[in-house]
C-alpha cells in the first residue's frame, strides 16, 4: 500500500481511495436484520407544474407519496415540492421532455435516479442513521437528505424502505451501506 | 499604571505574595464627554485607543464595552496570525498587523506569546497547485513571505498528516508562511488594553450602547446603560454586531452575522508545531503551548447571533480535521464556542467613514479580525485623528460597493478565505 | 493512605500502573483497582507539580488523569474514574516522569511563589518569546499522543425523536421516566453510569417497599419491557437549537456512538456533585471527596482509608460516616457546621495528619465536603438563567424554559421524596409519585466558601494549580468578572471542566471583591458537558465516505479500458488511458485526437431543462448572451454572470422547441446554476409557467472528436442526416440508438469537427460499445480529461474558474456585445458598468507564447514596475506543451492584455524572472476551418 510521504511525482490516488462503482443490476448487502439491493426497472417520470394535469395524463391510479408512506402498489406519485412530483410505475412509455398545454413539464427520470431498497427488522436503525428527519410525523414532501445525499425516500411494505438518489451518487449511498459496522 | 513586567519584576513581587502587582487597567466610569469614544472593548477597540495616544497624542479617549474587554470575538478566535493573501492591497494590510505583531509583546510590554511557527496550506491536486503557485507568487511580489512546498516538505512539517491510500485528500504540496502563527488572543485584548490605559484612555466595561445622539447631521455621542457620553469623533470596532449598531445609527450595512465555531481538545504532549489549513476540507488547526490542539473551519449555514453554532457544523469540522490526522482521533473534544462573524461580500474588511459623518467603521472582518488587531487599531487612529484615510486602508473604504471595486479574496486567489 | 479491597467478587484483572504490575477486579474502574492496590500518588498538578492522589469517583475527578495502553495502542488523557479495568491494561499516569510517585520535575514547586497564576504574560519578553517556547510547550500537555494509533471512523451517529428525554437515571430520572412511560408516552432515559440508579446505588434507602438499587433496576425493566429506550453508559453533553440533545454512548464491543436526539421535552435529572473544602494544602493526596468514599465502598468494595477525617459542612455528607465505620475504618467526625474550621493536612506525599481547630488527628485519609453543586449544565446551555438559593448554597434553575425541566438534585431538591416528587411531577405523572421511606429534609448546610487573606497554599483548582491567592491576585489586577478570572487563571479549563472548581472560585471573587455571590455570577455554560471523543463528533465521514464523488454510468467500461482516474468538478473521471507517465499519456491522446477520432465521456456537463411558456424570458434573463433569437435545433455559446457582472459560468444552450430549452454548464457548477435559475423562476417570473429540471445524471453524452469523427457517426447509422448541410456546427439533430432518442450535437471543444451523442443513462454502455466497434477501422480511442484540457487550450477556450477569477467580465474576454448593444435586463448587466468595470487596464484573457521547449509554470505572475516597485499585472492561468503545434502555449489573464498583443512582457515564478509574448488567446486554427474538415 503506498504511502503518500514516499511520493514525489502525482500518483494514481484515485485507485486507491475510490472503490468501483458496482453492478447495481445484482449487487446485495446481507446484513443481520436487513439487506439491501438496488431495484432496476422501474418507469420513473419527473414532473412540474399542474400535477393534477400530470397524474391524469401519465398515471390516473397513482397513490401520492410523501415522507415515510407505504406504497402498496404502483404507480406512484412521490411528492417532491409543491408543484413538482416523480411519477414512478407508470406504463405509458418512455416519456419524451418537454412542456405539455395543460400547463405541466414532463422529463424522463427513468436512468436519473436509482432506486435502492433497504428491508428487514433492522432497517428503520439503518433509516436512523441516514436521516434525522421526523418519519413518524412524514411530511407531504419525500425529500430528504440521506447519508449526506439528496433523497426521497418512502416505503413499500412496513419493513422495507425505498431510497431515489440520482445515478451519478448511488454508488456513494452504496458504499455508506457497505460500511455500516455489523 | 500597573507598573513595568519583567522577570526581575516577577522575582521581586514572588517575595512578597504578589502584592504590589497594579492594576491591569482602572474599573473606570465615564466621563461626560471625550475628544474620542471608541464603541468595542475588543482587540480592534483597545488598539486603537491605544495607538490614538501613541502615534498621535490623543488621550481623552473612551473605550465603552458592552460586557467585559476582550469577550466578544477578540477572545473567542483560533488565533492565527498570517498574510497569506492575494490582492496587493490585502498583503498590505495584513502584512502590516503582521509586522507590528512582530514586535507588540516589547512594545507593550506584555507577552502576547505570538509563535513564529508558520502556516502551510495544503493542496491536493494539480489544480490547486496551480492555485498555491499563483498565490505565492502574488505574496512574493507583495512583499510578504511565501514558499512554494512540495509534499515531502509539507510532510516534514506535519509529519502526523494523513499519508495512507485511503486519504481522501492527499498531499501534493502547499503554499507555506514561515512568518505566519498563533499568539493568546486574550493578551492582546488585555496588552492593549493595559497600555491603553496607562496613557489615561478609559476603558468603561458593563455599558451599553442604547443609541446615539445625532446633532446638525453629525454624530455627537451616545446614550448608554450609563449615561449619555459626548464625543467630538466615534469609531465602531464591534465585529459580530456591527449590523446592531449601525442599525442604531441609522444606516444599512452589507453584513451578515455567522456563528464561527471553533473546538479545543484536551492537551497532550507536543505533536503539531505548525498551524494547518487543508483546501479540500476546509478544516484548520495547530496545538496552542498549552498542548491544545484548536481547531476551526467554515461557518455554520444559517445566519446567528447566538454565538454557539450547532452540530452539523462541529461534524464537517470534526471529520476534517481526523480526515487530516486519522491519531487525533485518540482526543476529546474539551470545549466548543463560537464568535459572531461579520460576513461582507467581498471578505474584507470595511474600515472609512460610516454614512453618518463623525462616526467611524472599523468592521466586516470577517473571520480574518484577530490577525489584523494591530493593523486595524493603526489605521483606524490614522483615521479619526487626521479625519482621513491611511493609504493601506483606503481601498478598504464602504465606497467600494458603489465603484465595484472589490477586494474578492477567494475570488482572486480561489481559495475561500 | 491505606486503601484496600474489603468486599465482594469478580474475575481478577492484572494491569500495570506507571511500571508496576498491580491487580484489579472485573467491574473496577482504573481508579477502583489502583485504590484497591493502595495506590496513592496518581499524577502531578500541571505547574508546580505537586503530587495528587483520587480525589472523586466520576467525572468530575480532576487528578486521576492516565495514557492507557491496550492491544499495542494507546489513548491519553482517559480518566481512571471513568475508564473500566480491562485485562493487560498499561497505565501510565500524565506530564510525569519516569512515574507520578517519583516525578522530576517536582522541584518546581519551589519556585511556586515565583510562577503564580498568569506569569507568563509579564515575563519572557527578552531576547524573544521563541527562545522560551519550547520549554513551556514540553512541560505543557497531559498525555502523549500516539503517533501510531489511528482511530477507526466507525461511530456512527444516530438520530432520534421522543416525546420526552429524561438526562439521569438517579431517583428523579426514574421517577420522571416511569411517570411519562405510565402516561403513555415515548421516553428514553439515559444515564452514564452502567447500570441505573445514580446516588441510589451507593446510598442506604428505600423507594416504595424496597431496596433504592433494586427499586432503579425495576424501573428500568419495566421501561424497557413497555418499548421504552434506556440507554446505560451514555452522557447527554450538549444541548442545542430546537430541543437538540447530542448523546455520546460508550459500548464495550462495538464503537461508541453519538445520538442526535429531538425531544419534546428534556428533563434534567443530572444530580449534583460534591464540591471541595478549601483549606491549606487542601491537594495532597488521600484528601477525597466524602461521596467518592461511599462510592468506592459500595460499588468497588474499596475502603479509602483505616483512620479517617470526615469533614463536611452539611449532613447528606456527614451521613458517610456511619457506612465507613460499618466496613471498619475509625472515623472522626468535624461537623463544620458547628465551628471548627480545617488548619491544615500534613504529609507532603499524602495525608498523615489533619489539624483542625488546632487539635492535630493521625489519619490516613481526609474526606472533604463542602458541599452540593447543582448539576445545571444542560440547563444553561439552552439559556436558561440561574438564581443563587443561600438556604442551600447553591446555584439553581430559575425562570423555568419551555420544553425544558429540572428535577432533583439538579434543581436543588437534595432530600430523595424530593426527587421523586419533582421527576414524577417532570414526567407529568398521574396519581402519587413513588415514596422514599425516610422523609427527607432539604440540605442543612453552613457555605465554607474560601476566604480571602487566609493563610497558606489553598487550592481550588487541582488540575490547574490554581490557588485562593490565585484569585486575589486577578481580582488585584482587576480582573475582576468570572471570565477574566477563568481566563487570566486558566480557573476551570483544565479537564475536568471546572466541576469542583468553578463555584469555589467565584464564591471566592465574591468575597474578594465584596460582591454577592449572585452578582459575581457563573461563566457561560458550553457543550460538551464532559470531554467527547472526537471520533464521537465525526461520525463515519472519512475517506471515500468524505464528500463522495458521482460516478459515472461508464465507469467499469473506463476501467476495463485503463482509465486513471482524477476528480474534476466533484465527478470521478478517466484523466487518461493506458500505461505511461500522465505527461506521456496525455501528449499521445491529444496528438491523436487531432489525427483519427478521440472518444470521450462528457455525461457529467450540465444538461438543465427550461421549460414553459416563460421558459424563453428566463433562459434570457440569465444570460449575458441574447438567447430569445435562438432557433430550435440550434446551439449558442455564452455566460452567465453574477449579480456583480462576474462570469460565474460559460457554456451552450440549445433551443429544443420555442418552450424548451436546454441550458449546459460545467460539471463542477449544476447545482449553482439550478440554485440560481429556480431563484430567479420563483423572483421574477411566474413559477407556474416555467419548470426547470436537471437532467444531468440520467443522461449519458459521449463524444467523437477528430477528423475522422464523421466517418464513424456514419458508422454509427443512427438515422440522422450527417452532411454538413443537414447538421452544421452549432445544430443538433434526433437520432435513434437501440430504441431510444439519440441526440446528435456538433458542438466543439476542442476546435475540431465534433459531435456528441447524448442517450439515456442506461444506453450508454451499448454506446460505447458500438462507438469502440465502429471506431476500430478508424484508428479511435477512449481519451480522457487532460488531454481535452490541452485541445481546449491550443484553441483558447477557457475554462471557467481557471482562465477567469472572480473578477473577470465577459468583456475582458473580448466579448463586448451584449454589454454595448443588449437592450433588456440580464443578471449582473448594471455591474457591468460601474466604475471598475469600465477601467481600461483591467485583466483580460490572452495567450501567451514563449521561446523555447518549456512551458510557463501556471501560476507564474506576469510584473511590471511602477515608479520602481514591482507589481503583478496577471498571471498564467493554463499552460502545455502542444503536440500539434510542437511548441509550449500559455493563456493568460494580463492587465490591458488585448493592447498589449504583440508586446514581449516579463514574468516571475518562485523568484526566477521569465519572458513571453502576448499573443491572441487561439494559437491553433483562428479561422476554424478544423471544425468542418
Same mark, same amino acid.
Given at each position: ?66 415522507? #415515510? ?29 418537454? #412542456? ?83 | ?271 503539531? /508545531? ?25 461557518? /455554520? ?44 461580500? /467581498? ?51 464602504? /465606497? ?18 | ?68 495502553? +491496550? ?41 511556586? !511563589? ?6 507568563? =504574560? ?62 403513555? !408516552? ?390 487518461? &488511458? ?58 449558442? &455559446? ?9 462570469? =460565474? ?93 439519440? +441526440? ?31 471506431? +476500430? ?92 516597485? !514591482? ?63
Amino acid at each position: 500500500m503506498p504511502d503518500l510521504r514516499q511520493r514525489t511525482a502525482p500518483l494514481d490516488h484515485a485507485a486507491t481511495l475510490w472503490s468501483p462503482r458496482p453492478d447495481f443490476a445484482s449487487v446485495t448487502i446481507e446484513r443481520d436484520g436487513w439487506a439491501a439491493r438496488s431495484v432496476t426497472g422501474l418507469s420513473q417520470c419527473l414532473v412540474s407544474g399542474n400535477l393534477a394535469a400530470a397524474r391524469k395524463a401519465f398515471a390516473p391510479d397513482a397513490l401520492e407519496m410523501g415522507l #415515510w408512506s407505504i406504497a402498496t402498489s404502483i404507480p406512484i406519485l412521490v411528492r417532491i415540492a409543491r408543484d413538482r412530483a416523480l411519477i414512478v410505475g407508470h406504463d405509458t412509455g418512455v416519456v419524451p421532455s418537454g #412542456w405539455r398545454p395543460e400547463g405541466f413539464a414532463a422529463s424522463d427520470a427513468t436512468d436519473l435516479y436509482a432506486v435502492v431498497e433497504i428491508a428487514g427488522p433492522a432497517m428503520r436503525d439503518i433509516v436512523a442513521q441516514a436521516t434525522a428527519a421526523d418519519l413518524d410525523s412524514g411530511s407531504p414532501s419525500a425529500t430528504v437528505v440521506f447519508a449526506g445525499l439528496q433523497a426521497l425516500l418512502y416505503r413499500v411494505d412496513e419493513q422495507a424502505a425505498r431510497i431515489h438518489v440520482e445515478t451519478s451518487q448511488a454508488t456513494a449511498l452504496w458504499h455508506w451501506l457497505e460500511k455500516l459496522p455489523g | 499604571m500597573s507598573g513595568r513586567y519583567s522577570a526581575f519584576a516577577l522575582l521581586r513581587e514572588g517575595l512578597r505574595g504578589h502584592t504590589g502587582w497594579k492594576p491591569a487597567w482602572r474599573m473606570a466610569e465615564p466621563k461626560k464627554e471625550y475628544d474620542v469614544v471608541i464603541v468595542g472593548g475588543g482587540g480592534h477597540g483597545l488598539a486603537t485607543a491605544y495607538y490614538l495616544a501613541k502615534n498621535h497624542g490623543i488621550r481623552n479617549v473612551a473605550v465603552i464595552e458592552k460586557s467585559w474587554l476582550g469577550g466578544g470575538n477578540t477572545g473567542r478566535n483560533t488565533t492565527t496570525i498570517r498574510s497569506n493573501y492575494f490582492y496587493p492591497e490585502s498583503v498590505a494590510l495584513y502584512d502590516f498587523a503582521l509586522k507590528l505583531y512582530e514586535g507588540l509583546g516589547r512594545e507593550l510590554n506584555y507577552n502576547i506569546m505570538f509563535s513564529q511557527r508558520g502556516v502551510v496550506t495544503v493542496a491536493h491536486s494539480d489544480a490547486e497547485m496551480e492555485i498555491a503557485a499563483r498565490i505565492v507568487n502574488a505574496m512574493q511580489i507583495n512583499g510578504a513571505d511565501a514558499e512554494l512546498l512540495g509534499p515531502g516538505e509539507v510532510f516534514e512539517r506535519i509529519p502526523l498528516a494523513n499519508a495512507g491510500p485511503k486519504a481522501r485528500y492527499p498531499v501534493f504540496g502547499g503554499v507555506w508562511q514561515g512568518r505566519a502563527g498563533v499568539a493568546r488572543h486574550d493578551a492582546v485584548a488585555w496588552g492593549y488594553a493595559r497600555a491603553a490605559d496607562g496613557f489615561g484612555v478609559d476603558i468603561v466595561q458593563d455599558c451599553e450602547v442604547e443609541g446615539f445622539l445625532v446633532e446638525n447631521g453629525r454624530c455627537a455621542g451616545v446614550e448608554t446603560s450609563k449615561g449619555t457620553i459626548r464625543a467630538g469623533a466615534m469609531a465602531l470596532a464591534v465585529a459580530g454586531h456591527s449590523s446592531v449598531l449601525a442599525a442604531k445609527a441609522g444606516f444599512d450595512l452589507p453584513i451578515r452575522s455567522y456563528s464561527l465555531q471553533a473546538m479545543v481538545s484536551e492537551p497532550v504532549k507536543p505533536c503539531l /508545531d505548525t498551524v494547518v489549513l487543508y483546501l479540500g476540507t476546509g478544516t484548520y488547526l495547530f496545538q496552542s503551548d498549552k498542548g491544545e490542539i484548536v481547531v476551526g473551519g467554515g461557518i /455554520d449555514r444559517v445566519p446567528s447571533y447566538a454565538q454557539r453554532g450547532n452540530p452539523p457544523a462541529q461534524q464537517t469540522i470534526i471529520s476534517g480535521m481526523l480526515e487530516m490526522f486519522p491519531s487525533f482521533g485518540q482526543l476529546k473534544m474539551l470545549r466548543q464556542w463560537a464568535g459572531n462573524v461579520d460576513v461582507v461580500p /467581498d471578505s474584507s474588511p470595511i474600515i472609512g467613514p460610516s454614512p453618518l459623518p463623525g462616526l467611524y467603521l472599523n468592521c466586516g472582518w470577517g473571520t480574518g479580525g484577530f490577525k489584523s488587531i494591530p493593523a486595524g487599531g493603526w489605521l483606524t487612529a490614522h483615521l479619526i485623528a487626521k479625519g482621513d484615510h491611511h493609504e493601506i486602508s483606503r481601498p478598504f473604504d464602504l /465606497d467600494r460597493f458603489a465603484t465595484g471595486r472589490l477586494i474578492d479574496e477567494a475570488a482572486g486567489s480561489g481559495i475561500a478565505h | 493512605m491505606t486503601a484496600r479491597r474489603i468486599s465482594g467478587s469478580g474475575a481478577s484483572l492484572s494491569f500495570s500502573f506507571d511500571g508496576r504490575p498491580l491487580q484489579g477486579r472485573a467491574g473496577d474502574t482504573i481508579a477502583s483497582a489502583l485504590l484497591a492496590s493502595g495506590v496513592r500518588i496518581v499524577g502531578r498538578g500541571f505547574k508546580y507539580h505537586r503530587p495528587r492522589g483520587i480525589y472523586g469517583h466520576w467525572t468530575e475527578e480532576p487528578n486521576a488523569l492516565v495514557d492507557v495502553t +491496550r492491544d499495542g495502542r494507546t489513548t491519553p488523557n482517559l480518566r481512571a474514574t471513568t475508564e473500566w479495568l480491562t485485562e493487560g491494561m498499561i497505565v501510565r499516569s500524565v506530564n510525569a516522569a519516569p512515574t507520578a510517585e517519583t516525578d522530576r520535575s517536582r522541584y518546581l514547586d519551589r519556585f511556586a !511563589r515565583f510562577i503564580p497564576a498568569g506569569f507568563y =504574560y509579564k515575563t519572557f519578553l527578552w531576547p524573544d518569546w521563541h527562545r522560551f517556547e519550547p520549554s513551556i510547550r514540553a512541560m505543557a500537555g497531559l498525555g502523549r499522543l500516539d503517533p501510531d494509533h489511528e482511530p477507526p471512523a466507525d461511530a456512527a451517529p444516530v438520530n432520534a425523536r421522543c416525546d420526552i428525554l429524561v438526562v439521569g437515571a438517579g431517583p428523579a430520572g426514574l421517577a420522571a421516566a416511569l411517570a411519562a412511560s405510565r402516561a403513555g !408516552r415515548s421516553v428514553m432515559l439515559v444515564d452514564d453510569r452502567p447500570e441505573p440508579g445514580g446516588s441510589l446505588l451507593w446510598n442506604e434507602t428505600e423507594v416504595d417497599g424496597v431496596g433504592g438499587a433494586e427499586w432503579a433496576g425495576a424501573v428500568a425493566r419495566e421501561l424497557r419491557d413497555r418499548g421504552q429506550r434506556v440507554l446505560p453508559d451514555t452522557t447527554a453533553f450538549g444541548v442545542f437549537d430546537h430541543n437538540l440533545v447530542a448523546l455520546w454512548e460508550r459500548r464495550h464491543d462495538q464503537p461508541d456512538r453519538q445520538w442526535r436526539v429531538r425531544a419534546k421535552t428534556v428533563v434534567v435529572a443530572a444530580g449534583s456533585i460534591e464540591r471541595p473544602l478549601v483549606f491549606p494544602d487542601n491537594d495532597r493526596p488521600g484528601v477525597m471527596s466524602a461521596e467518592a468514599a461511599l462510592v468506592y465502598l459500595k460499588l468497588h468494595g474499596v475502603l479509602v482509608g483505616e483512620r479517617i477525617v470526615l469533614a463536611a459542612n452539611n449532613d447528606r455528607a456527614l451521613a458517610a460516616a456511619e457506612p465507613l465505620r460499618a466496613a471498619g475504618a475509625a472515623v472522626t467526625v468535624a461537623d463544620l457546621r458547628e465551628g471548627p474550621v480545617i488548619d491544615g493536612v500534613h504529609g507532603a506525599s499524602g495525608v498523615e495528619a489533619v489539624t483542625i481547630s488546632g487539635r492535630r488527628m493521625e489519619a490516613d485519609c481526609l474526606l472533604v465536603s463542602g458541599g452540593f453543586t447543582p448539576t445545571v449544565h444542560l440547563f444553561c446551555q439552552a439559556k436558561g438563567r440561574l438564581r443563587y438559593d443561600d438556604r442551600i448554597a447553591a446555584f439553581v434553575p430559575g425562570e423555568p424554559l419551555p420544553g425544558m425541566a429540572v428535577a432533583g438534585a439538579a434543581n436543588g431538591a437534595f432530600s430523595l421524596q424530593e426527587a421523586l416528587d419533582q421527576g414524577h411531577a417532570a414526567g407529568g405523572g398521574n396519581g402519587v409519585a413513588p415514596r422514599a421511606a425516610a422523609s427527607g429534609a432539604p440540605l442543612s448546610i453552613k457555605p465554607a466558601w474560601p476566604r480571602p487573606g487566609s493563610k497558606g497554599r489553598q487550592w481550588i483548582d487541582f488540575q490547574n494549580d490554581v490557588t485562593v491567592k490565585d484569585v486575589e491576585l486577578a481580582a488585584r489586577e482587576n480582573f475582576r468578572s468570572v471570565e477574566h478570572l477563568k481566563r487570566y487563571t486558566t480557573l476551570g479549563m483544565a479537564t475536568d471542566q471546572g466541576k469542583t472548581s468553578n463555584m469555589n472560585g467565584l464564591a471566592a471573587m465574591a468575597a474578594i471583591t465584596g460582591r454577592t455571590i449572585e452578582a459575581t455570577g457563573t461563566t457561560t455554560y458550553r457543550p460538551p458537558f464532559v470531554p467527547v471523543p472526537f471520533t464521537v463528533i465525526a461520525g463515519r465521514r472519512r475517506g471515500e465516505l468524505f464528500n463522495p464523488v458521482r460516478r459515472l454510468v461508464l465507469e467499469a467500461e473506463h476501467r476495463a479500458a485503463g482509465a486513471v482516474f482524477r476528480e474534476y468538478g466533484g465527478w470521478l473521471r478517466p484523466a487518461w &488511458y493506458g500505461p505511461g507517465s500522465a505527461f506521456e499519456a496525455t501528449l499521445r491522446e491529444a496528438k491523436q485526437a487531432r489525427e483519427t477520432v478521440a472518444i470521450f465521456d462528457g455525461s457529467p456537463l450540465g444538461k438543465i431543462e427550461v421549460m414553459g411558456p416563460q421558459a424563453t424570458d428566463l433562459v434570457d434573463y440569465n444570460s449575458y448572451n441574447t438567447l430569445s433569437t435562438l432557433k430550435p435545433g440550434r446551439f449558442r &455559446y455564452g455566460f452567465m454572470l453574477t449579480e456583480s457582472g462576474v462570469v =460565474y459560468d460559460d457554456g451552450v444552450t440549445a433551443r429544443i422547441a420555442d418552450d424548451h430549452y436546454l441550458v449546459s454548464c460545467s460539471s463542477g457548477h449544476v447545482p449553482g446554476v439550478m440554485a440560481r435559475l429556480e431563484e430567479w423562476r420563483q423572483d421574477r417570473f411566474d413559477p407556474a409557467k416555467i419548470a426547470i429540471h436537471n437532467s444531468t445524471a440520467g443522461l449519458a453524452t459521449l463524444t467523437a472528436t477528430g477528423p475522422r469523427s464523421r466517418r464513424l457517426l456514419e458508422a454509427l447509422a443512427l438515422g440522422v442526416d450527417l452532411s454538413d448541410e443537414a447538421l452544421p456546427h452549432m445544430a443538433f439533430a434526433d437520432g435513434v440508438f437501440d430504441g431510444a432518442t439519440a +441526440r446528435i450535437a456538433r458542438v466543439s471543444f476542442t476546435g475540431d469537427r465534433s459531435y456528441e451523442i447524448t442517450v439515456p443513462a442506461s444506453k450508454a454502455p451499448a454506446l460505447f460499445a458500438a462507438m469502440v466497434e465502429a471506431g +476500430r477501422p478508424l484508428d479511435a480511442f477512449p481519451m480522457g480529461s487532460e488531454a481535452l484540457l490541452l485541445l481546449r487550450a491550443e484553441k483558447g477556450f477557457l475554462i471557467a474558474g481557471k482562465d477567469t477569477d472572480g473578477t473577470t467580465m465577459p468583456h475582458d474576454l473580448g466579448v463586448r456585445g451584449p454589454r454595448d448593444r443588449r437592450a433588456g435586463e440580464y443578471v449582473g448587466k448594471r455591474s457591468l458598468f460601474t466604475d471598475d468595470a469600465m477601467r481600461d487596464d483591467r485583466q483580460q484573457l490572452v495567450g501567451l507564447s514563449v521561446e523555447g521547449e518549456t512551458p510557463l509554470p501556471t501560476g507564474a505572475h506576469a510584473v511590471d514596475r511602477i515608479e520602481g516597485r !514591482r507589481r503583478s499585472i496577471g498571471f498564467v492561468t493554463s499552460s502545455y506543451w502542444s503536440p500539434t503545434l510542437g511548441r509550449p502555449i500559455a493563456l493568460a489573464l494580463i492587465r490591458r492584455g488585448l493592447g498589449r498583443i504583440g508586446e514581449t512582457i516579463e514574468l516571475v515564478h518562485l523568484g526566477r524572472p521569465l519572458k513571453a509574448s502576448v499573443t491572441p488567446p487561439c494559437a491553433l486554427d483562428p479561422e476554424g476551418a478544423r471544425l468542418n474538415a
